[in-house]
């Protein structure tokens, strides 16, 4: 995943850069691009394509449960969970229904902080960090939003935009659920930035029983060690995804 990733965006932006981003060597990049496509690489290929059609004859509204039914009926029989990785990687979301629409604005912390500066977890995909890295590249200013599982330490989702937007970090969010389909309760803490705060993003969190968790404000030292030297390649934000490697 983390080559493909590499390979997708090799276009925009230098493959060193990328490469250091998702932590692989470059020359394991050059020696992955020069393999034959797998099969199974294929397969998801062309399931990604009956995918995306039954998507968007639902008007954008069937999520992997739904469009695994479509499948079923047409005789491919995939999981769910793998559906819901592709719709993921493709930037895929179905609607979600609540018995409730919420009207007006958020308070500025729609929870509290369940971390308290423990930033350690006992199992994968029980405690998620997430912030918005910026980038100088030779065009303009590239914006990268994860989640960093705090047990692994790997990335477990990301996206990336000329802006920093409510969608971005929706984006990463969604990639980071498909890719790892947590089964467990599961907290994403993040700090006050709007983004995160927003009503969409905080209704995304519940559609998905996502607990919410946000970081004391204006304090620097909120992160796991204030005494680690900074990740040139993940910036330096307050909770940088590199402080909390």
Known sequence: ????????????????RLCQLVEIPRSSYYEWS??????????DV??????????HRSRRTYGAPRVAGQLHDHGRH????????????CGLVGVHGRKKWRRGTRPAAPAGD???RDFT???????????????????????????KDL???????????ERQ???????????????????????HHADHGTQYTSLEFSNRLEDWNVSASYGSVGDCYDCEDPSVEIDPILGGSRLSLARVA
Request: a negative charge; one cysteine or more.
């Open 165 to 187: 937007t409510t969608d971005l970090v929706v984006n990463a969010l969604v990639m980071a659920l498909g890719r790892r389909s947590p089964d467990g309760d599961l907290v």
């Open 46 to 55: 062309e399931l990604a394509v009956e995918i995306f059609e039954i998507h």
């Open 151 to 161: 047990h692994d330490r790997g990335l477990a989702g990301w996206s990336m935009g």
């Open 78 to 89: 995939h999981g769910t969970k793998r559906i819901a990785r592709l719709m993921a990687e």
């Open 114 to 116: 369940l971390l308290n």
């Open 121 to 147: 977890a006992e199992r994968s995909d029980e405690r998620w960090v997430a912030d918005i890295s910026e980038f100088a590249c030779r065009d303009g200013k590239l914006f990268l939003a994860g989640n």
């Open 1 to 16: 995943m983390s080559r493909r990733f590499v390979s997708e965006n090799a276009g925009q932006f230098p493959v060193q």
């Open 34 to 43: 020069r393999r034959p496509l797998s099969q199974h690489y294929l397969d």
